[in-house]
């Protein structure tokens, strides 16, 4: 697996667990993540004019214009660490991201070589959301009820502040669900056809589903 190059897409609603397991696929496969949320995020911590303008579509759970997240990626895509491949998580949310992403790809000789599409049932992920802390400094997760963190507010891994992402209040999860059915489900389609996507059950633990996401890898590599 070390010498093949990966590009691949991670889809799936909000709290499916896209960004989980990007991590575990980068940790595993030695290659790039690009989280679009997590480069939004950056932005508007640092108040640069990306994050200025993405700030208030986040925070009601709409989508960042195209052309801005497109741009974003463009440029994200083009640094050294994802020549040997990548693994997109949270990108692309629309058909014409989609679009815009070959089109980007087909520029270089390369392509997206497989979509997969974790599911989840919406109970279970807004149970998942509303109790989503994460750490302001190393990014890492946990969950309120699930799993704990051993001391209030503050990250096992690294001491830092937990805090509650401003889109995982109730009101706003359920509108990034429908935004998710409305302009994202789309993009299942877009794959499907092309042979690329791949459906995965997202209720199992984290290794269940890394495990599962492993397997379609290496059929695909047997394909
Ligand atoms: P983004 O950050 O991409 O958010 P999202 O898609 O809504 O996804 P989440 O990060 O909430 O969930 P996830 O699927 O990664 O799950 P996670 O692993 O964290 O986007 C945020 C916003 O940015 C958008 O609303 C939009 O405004 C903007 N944006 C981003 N990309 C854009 C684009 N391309 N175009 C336009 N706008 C864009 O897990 C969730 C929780 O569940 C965690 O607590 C985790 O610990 C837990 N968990 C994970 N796996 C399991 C499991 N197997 N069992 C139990 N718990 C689990």
Not at 79 to 93: A, E, S, T
Not at 96 to 112: H, P, S, V
Not at 145 to 153: I, M, T, V
């Amino acid at each position: 697996m070390a010498s093949e190059v990966i590009r691949m897409v991670l889809m799936g609603p909000p709290g499916a667990g896209k960004g989980t397991q990007a991590r575990m696929l980068a940790e595993d496969l030695r290659v790039a993540v690009v989280s679009t949320g997590d480069i939004l995020r950056d932005e508007v911590r640092q108040a640069t004019a990306l994050g200025k303008s993405a700030k208030a579509f986040m925070d009601k759970g709409a989508l960042v214009p195209d052309e801005l997240v497109v741009a974003m990626v463009r440029n994200r895509l083009g640094r050294d660490d994802c020549q040997r491949g990548f693994v997109l998580d949270g990108f692309p949310r629309t058909v014409e991201q989609a679009q815009a992403l070959d089109a980007m790809l087909e520029e270089r000789g390369e392509a997206i070589g497989l979509c997969i599409s974790i599911s989840v049932p919406e109970t279970e992920l807004v149970r998942r959301l509303s109790g989503r802390r994460t750490c302001r400094a190393c990014g890492w997760m946990c969950h309120l009820l699930f799993e704990p963190p051993a001391k209030d507010g503050v990250c096992d891994r690294c001491g830092g502040e937990l805090y509650q992402r401003n889109d995982d209040r109730e009101e706003v999860i359920k509108e990034r669900l429908g935004v998710y059915q409305r302009e994202t489900a789309p993009v299942l389609s877009y794959y499907a056809s092309r042979g690329l996507l791949r459906e995965i059950d997202g209720r199992g633990s984290r290794e269940g589903v890394f495990a599962s996401i492993k397997a379609e890898l290496a059929n695909r590599r047997g394909g």
